[in-house]
């Protein structure tokens, strides 16, 4: 097992807009976005379980041109409100650091 | 080859404000670009640019990028786009950069028409749109109705491209538009000289943010793209940055949450079957982007309304015994505050409304409730008691109180009188002034995509 820290080039969370934020995860060689992929451990499921959202909010991507997943899902709070702690969203993504890939 | 054959596009950098090489610009002016394209806002600040009407980016890094641009564009005969003026793109971010443009004008001894198109919504035209069923939530979204078109300190729409060719079809040398589409600044021209769709708002995806899909870009900077035919070509400026087929396709992934299609005000840009590869080790060809025109026009709104004055106290606990129940220490001082502020506020309870909060960083400050760890492995935490009310006054009375509150709040580990709390600032409060929240996230169907967009011609110089 190997953590996706550990083979990803970069993983990031930004707002997409003041009310999605969304989460890259990129590599930088076929053959460890391929040993993801093929571990179809990353999934709307395993997103939706981490940020505590129905897996019907989760929008997943594979984008093979770009070595990257994607997932989209709406903020928990809306960009700027009171209760907001985060209001790029940049620093949402720490939990997916830890997930094991086999 | 005739001029229209090919497109050459040069983006000044992502954000107007945030800086580029001179020497990029020059080199970005020395392939002839049709024109010059910056975007100057974004939500990225959060609502207060948009509710307050001040500008994210100080005026001093507004203007040396304008007038860099503005010079380059002249001198070669070429119109500038710059759109979302000012952060936020609204009356009073136009009016700013209407008054920095006339300046620089006077200054460089220049003259040309500048075209101001204004991106401020009437409230009654919102009023009547919603009132016809014109206004659609998107997902998702708060609640929409007159009561929030009241309520809101400012609505912009998200112009389309049409403004933009408008504005140039009548003799627009410098255009400064309210809040755009990002892309439409960059889109419009390629798309009216015969370049397909897809590709220029691809190119136009790209070129908004700048040097941003180069492979590693270490400050702000131009980007380049020529487009013909079946392709475009993506090249940095900078000779030390370098663009490569994954940085170009990840680049669609960056704040956007669907990396395949982008919606436009007139369409969709679906980019599920382009394909990217490398002329050379710095420019990258993109061929395959496609356009799917939209049936029904529909512009974006964005809205913010004032969510009171907020003041702040930062303090720092280091004391394990407060630290191991800082839970139940956070609500023994709620439940204090709630009752010494309804002992202050007796005779007028209205007055006395407010939200009191408190952030626990080394706990879950960055990520509130969706923080995974419950444990506190920290040996000390900062903590931010934030309240929000109808008034400056009154915030920075009710956080005072908890400060007061929560200096000498008892724990059982301790008998006698204590001070839990080490706050670093004298005054301990902070006054962080009005805040604003984003109150509108829907799309509305206008007659026509100008009717939003009055353009206003000023001779500058």
């Known amino acids: 097992m190997t953590k996706l820290g550990e083979i990803a080039k970069l993983i990031r969370s930004k707002n997409a807009g003041p009310f999605e934020l969304t989460f890259d995860i990129m590599f930088d060689t076929v053959e460890n976005y391929e040993r993801v992929r093929r571990s179809t451990v990353l999934s709307a499921a395993l997103i939706s379980e981490i940020y505590h959202l129905p897996v019907e909010k989760v929008k997943f991507f594979e984008v093979p041109a770009a070595l990257s997943f994607k997932a989209s899902i709406p903020r928990a709070n809306f960009q700027g409100d009171i209760d907001d702690t985060d209001s790029h969203g940049g620093q949402q993504y720490a939990p997916l650091i830890d997930i094991e890939i086999p | ?461």
């Open chain 2, 1 to 461: 080859m005739t001029a229209f054959d090919e497109v050459r596009v040069l983006s000044a950098t992502g954000v107007c404000g945030s800086g580029f090489k001179e020497s990029s610009l020059e080199a970005g002016m020395a392939k002839m670009p049709h024109f010059i394209g910056c975007d100057a806002g974004s939500t990225d600040p959060g609502p207060f640019s948009l509710g307050s009407g001040k500008m994210a980016f100080p005026e001093r890094a507004i203007r040396r990028d304008l007038k860099l641009m503005i010079k380059a564009a002249r001198s070669a005969g070429v119109p500038l786009l710059v759109g979302s003026a000012g952060t936020a793109g609204g009356a009073p971010h136009l009016a700013k950069y209407k008054d920095i443009v006339l300046d620089i004008a006077k200054e460089e001894n220049l003259k040309f028409s500048l075209a101001l198109i204004h991106a401020e919504q009437d409230k009654s035209y919102l009023k009547r749109k919603l009132a016809e069923g014109l206004v659609t939530p998107l997902d998702p979204a708060p609640e929409f109705s007159d009561d929030v078109i009241d309520r809101s300190a400012r609505i912009v729409g998200m112009m389309g491209e049409e403004p933009y060719l408008r504005a140039l079809e009548n003799g627009a040398d410098v255009i400064v538009a309210g809040r755009s589409s990002d892309c439409a600044i960059f889109a419009g021209i390629p798309v009216s000289k015969g370049i397909a769709p897809g590709l220029a708002w691809h190119a136009a995806k790209i070129l908004e943010c700048g040097a941003a899909a180069a492979v590693a870009r270490p400050s702000p900077d131009c980007m380049f793209a020529t487009l013909r035919g079946d392709h475009f070509d993506i090249e940095p400026l900078a000779p030390e940055l370098r663009c490569s087929p994954q940085s170009v396709a990840a680049h669609s992934l960056y704040e956007n949450s669907d990396p395949f299609r982008l919606v436009e005000s007139s369409g969709v840009v679906d980019l599920s079957d382009a394909t990217y590869e490398a002329l050379d080790e710095r420019r990258v060809r993109v061929r395959g982007s496609k356009f799917e025109p939209a049936n029904i026009y529909t512009v974006k709104l964005e809205g913010a309304e004032k969510a009171g004055y907020q003041s702040i106290v930062i303090g720092g606990i280091r004391d394990p015994y407060i630290i191991r129940q800082i839970d139940s220490w956070v609500e023994r001082l709620r439940e204090r505050v709630a009752t010494r502020v309804q002992e202050m506020f007796a005779d007028d309870p209205i007055a006395g409304r407010h939200v009191f909060d408190v952030r626990i960083y080394g706990k879950n400050g960055v990520m509130g409730a969706l923080e995974p760890v419950d444990t506190i492995n920290s040996h000390e935490i900062c903590i931010i008691m934030q309240v929000t009310a109808a008034t400056q006054e009154i915030a920075t009375g009710i956080v005072s109180i908890a400060r007061h509150q929560g200096l000498h709040l008892p724990i059982p580990e301790w008998g006698g009188f204590i001070t839990g709390v080490a706050c670093p600032f004298s005054p301990a409060y902070l006054e962080r002034g009005e805040v604003y929240r984003f109150n509108v996230n829907h799309v509305v169907a206008p007659a026509d995509p100008y009717e939003m967009f009055p353009i206003e011609y000023v001779n500058a110089g």
